[in-house]
């Protein structure tokens, strides 16, 4: 059956099957790229200026934080700063799938780079470990067919958002909204969740110190610089620390060993 169903994908047009593999991604970006161009569009982004940064972005998460942050008249530095450390995990998930794009140009990988994100990065790693005939240009091409989905999303949003007026106190809820997800998702253990509190604290100690959303950049530094050292101290004289334990997922994992279990 399976092979059967190999063979009837192998004889689709090559763009069909290009949309086939990243349709689940394609789909989901449209509510999110609508409501990020009305965000754009409050935020003071024409069509055109709306077009640039969701192709030259192309990160939900970062135009989320431009729209926020402009609609707060924060300093461009700032801006520039806080998209910076936002996008550093780009490294991380980009050195994963370094190992698949062996022999391909510096032109290729860049673009390749350019057009990465979290939600391609997802479909192209499960393609590339479970799939040995998927190549990196189709991978690219997968890349360019969400990025396609994400900025028509992005201007048709941008065109409602100019027919219809929206308060600005939305782009900090929907900012606010998107990044305790994000955090949610990243609490592990207790390490984490404490870093977590104390960057709160920071972020509001650093603002009332600058006087401007650069307080954000200097928690942030600091928060992660904090962690980084606790961590590492921790595992440096007790690898089985509490505060080291992963958090179990009530619904199981499979990570989840026998010995995770006693514990």
Request: charged content about 15%; glycine content about 8%.
């Given at each position: 059956m399976g092979k059967a169903v190999a063979k009837s994908r192998a004889k689709l047009p090559y763009w069909r099957r290009i949309l086939d593999a990243s349709l689940p991604v394609d789909l989901s970006y449209i509510p999110i790229g609508l409501a990020c161009g009305i965000l754009l569009n409050a935020?003071?982004?024409?069509?055109?200026?709306?077009?640039?940064?969701?192709?030259?972005?192309?990160s939900g998460g970062a135009q989320?934080?431009?729209?926020?942050?402009?609609?707060?008249?924060?300093?461009?530095?700032?801006?520039?700063l806080m998209m910076f450390f936002l996008e550093?995990?780009?490294?991380?998930?980009?050195?994963?799938?370094?190992?698949?794009?062996?022999?391909?140009?510096?032109?290729?990988t860049a673009l390749f780079a350019?057009?990465?994100?979290?939600?391609?990065?997802a479909l192209n790693y499960l393609k590339f470990s479970t799939d040995k005939k998927f190549t990196p240009r189709e991978a690219l091409h997968v890349e360019h067919m969400t990025l396609a989905f994400w900025t028509v999303s992005n201007l048709i949003?941008?065109?409602?958002?100019?027919?219809?007026?929206?308060d600005l106190t939305i782009v900090h809820f929907a900012l606010t909204a998107l990044f305790l997800y994000m955090i949610v998702m990243q609490l592990k253990n207790g390490l984490i969740i404490v870093i977590c509190i104390l960057s709160g604290f920071l972020a509001a100690f650093f603002m009332v110190i600058t006087k401007s959303t650069l307080g954000l950049v200097l928690s942030t530094l600091t928060a992660?610089?904090?962690?980084?050292?606790?961590?590492?101290?921790?595992?440096?004289?007790?690898?089985?620390?509490?505060?080291?334990?992963?958090?179990?997922?009530?619904?199981?994992?499979?990570?989840?060993?026998?010995?995770?279990i006693n514990d």
């Open positions: 935020s003071g982004f024409n069509v055109w200026t709306t077009l640039m940064v969701s192709v030259m972005v192309f989320f934080l431009i729209a926020s942050l402009l609609a707060t008249n924060s300093p461009m530095l700032s801006v520039i550093l995990r780009y490294a991380l998930l980009g050195s994963s799938l370094s190992k698949y794009l062996h022999g391909e140009s510096l032109g290729f350019a057009s990465m994100n979290d939600e391609n990065y949003g941008s065109l409602i958002g100019s027919a219809i007026n929206i992660s610089f904090i962690g980084f050292m606790a961590e590492a101290t921790i595992r440096k004289f007790n690898q089985r620390s509490r505060w080291l334990k992963s958090m179990k997922n009530p619904a199981g994992s499979p990570d989840d060993t026998d010995e995770d």
